[in-house]
């Protein structure tokens, strides 16, 4: 039997619900700029909407500053061809590439290095700053209130931000060498993102889900202990998450790359419940999750990136779609989604080919 044509709000609901969408939600797929300029010029329409030519579901966040502001000066140092070291006016100095699109910075020194330069950046992490909110916000309002799409809100970052204030190898001496130090920041983020967010989860009824952004985890594991997760993140992050259920928010989803196997159980417990991208190079097995928490966690990604590279082909392709897309599929509360951003090296004609076949498997009316 046909199921009925749904919207993307009703399609969101039904996919991480168990319910019965008439296909899965699917989540913009990330790419790279490099990227659709080459599928552009393997034929994919110059003009055409991207979410719309791919099939993807709208989805919005409702537009909060949670950002640093006013954001830090920086100046170039130093400068090839190749690259710029950039200092900012915390002192922090980065080493950047000028000519590639790939490639993260190199930090030579953080901008938060003690307590006076954390004393100092956290000036600019004021919550009753005007512009946390859209200056029109009364119209903001009006225009969500008829909503078909999935509205969702940001939520912070309780590894993720301090992580790239203070440095991952200092962060991880921090724990040990001045637990106040890091105590106080991630306390102070989680009080910080409730002052911010509580107006908006007071003033626009049934928002849809929440986010968060972490990236705490590396190719074999987690860059904490499950313990020092506990002792310094748990309690913060329960007290955000705690609010967004009393909200009505059922839904809140995490980004971090790298293997979550350590970190599942985590946030489960701190009632966040949507795991993306689920990194395949990384050992992250997603049939192997719904094996092991059945439906507590809700899924997303897992695609492998690397069998959509040029050389290879659509019988690589339907291999690793077909050996875990249907199973997850029939098991519900999981939606396919390239397990990263997609890289320059993938033909259009693959990515193509792998949308085709993802909307074939994922479609049931």
């Given at each position: 039997?046909?199921?009925?044509k749904m ?47 791919f099939g ?233 999750y719904r ?75």
């Amino acid at each position: 039997m046909k199921r009925a044509k749904m919207n993307a709000r009703e399609r969101f609901h039904a996919t991480f619900g168990y319910g019965r969408p008439d296909r899965l939600l699917l989540m913009t797929q990330w790419t790279f700029n490099d990227t659709l300029k080459r599928w552009r010029r393997e034929g994919m329409p110059w003009d055409a909407h991207f979410n719309t030519y791919f099939g993807y579901d709208r989805m919005e966040h409702v537009p909060l500053n949670l950002g640093i502001f006013p954001p830090l000066e920086t100046k170039v140092v130093e400068q090839t061809a190749e690259w710029q070291i950039v200092e900012d006016e915390f002192g922090g100095l980065t080493k950047r590439w000028t000519d590639r699109e790939i490639g993260m910075s190199q930090w030579l020194r953080y901008p938060v290095r003690d307590r006076h330069t954390w004393d100092r950046l956290k000036q600019r992490l004021d919550p009753q700053a005007p512009n946390r909110y859209p200056e029109y916000w009364d119209y903001v309002k009006r225009c969500y209130a008829q909503r078909d799409f999935p509205l969702g809100i940001h939520a912070g970052s309780y590894y993720g931000w301090i992580r790239n204030w203070v440095g991952m190898e200092n962060l991880a001496l921090w724990y040990y060498d001045c637990p106040d130090l890091v105590h106080e920041m991630t306390q102070y983020i989680a009080e910080f993102v409730l002052r911010v967010i509580t107006r908006a989860l007071d003033e626009i009824p049934d928002l849809d889900y929440a986010s968060i952004w972490e990236d705490m985890a590396m190719k074999t594991g987690p860059l904490i202990s499950p313990r020092l997760f506990r002792e310094f993140m748990m309690e913060p992050l329960k007290r955000v998450t705690t609010t967004l259920n009393e909200h009505g928010i059922k839904v809140i989803m995490v980004d971090s790359d790298g293997n979550v196997d350590q970190l599942i159980p985590l946030w489960l417990e701190a009632n966040v419940n949507l795991i993306y991208p689920l990194e395949v190079a990384a050992g992250c097995d997603a049939l192997s999750y719904r094996r092991q928490f059945g439906k507590r966690a809700l899924l997303v990604g897992n695609i492998d990136k690397r069998v959509l590279k040029e050389g290879c082909t659509r019988t690589d392709i339907e291999r690793e779609v077909m050996s875990k897309v249907p199973q997850l599929v029939e098991a519900g509360g999981f939606s396919p989604m390239v397990d990263h951003a997609v890289p320059p090296d993938v033909p259009f004609g693959n990515f193509r080919y792998y949308m085709d076949l993802i909307q074939e498997l994922c479609t049931f009316t």
